[in-house]
């Protein structure tokens, strides 16, 4: 069983940054793909961004691309999604994901029914 707990989460204006970070338990997160989706009001969940087991694989949606940046710290057992140059169209609910089934993973998934474990989310909203 594996739970995941985003913050860092909130109002920002367009421009602005925040740091989202998500924290899991259990022994094996270091095994683990993690990805960070996105969910606004009306619309169907998207990708964001995806990090290897290692952190050296990351993927980005080409709407953040250059803007965020996904790393980990596996000591910590965090994930962390940094977000730069923030516009109003970012603002939805963020969540974590784990695909706990495949352990260290050469491929970095990109769609939800590829992760088995999400976070509650937490909110992001830009201001224009």
């Known amino acids: 069983q594996v739970q995941l707990v985003e913050s860092g989460g909130g109002l920002v204006q367009a421009g602005g940054s925040l740091r989202l970070s998500c924290a899991a338990s259990g022994r094996t997160f270091s095994s683990h793909t993690m990805g960070w989706f996105r969910q606004a009001p009306g619309r169907e969940r998207e990708f964001v961004a995806v990090i290897s087991w290692s952190g050296v694989r990351t993927y980005y949606a080409d709407s953040v691309k250059g803007r965020f940046t996904i790393s980990r710290d596996n000591a910590k057992n965090t994930v962390y999604l940094q977000m730069n140059f923030l516009k109003p169209e970012d603002t939805a609910v963020y969540y974590c994901?784990?695909?706990?089934?495949?352990?260290?993973?050469?491929?970095?998934?990109?769609?939800?029914?590829?992760?088995?474990?999400w976070g509650q989310g937490t909110q992001v909203t830009v201001s224009s």
């Open positions: 994901a784990a695909d706990t089934t495949r352990p260290y993973r050469t491929l970095v998934p990109t769609t939800g029914n590829e992760y088995d474990y």
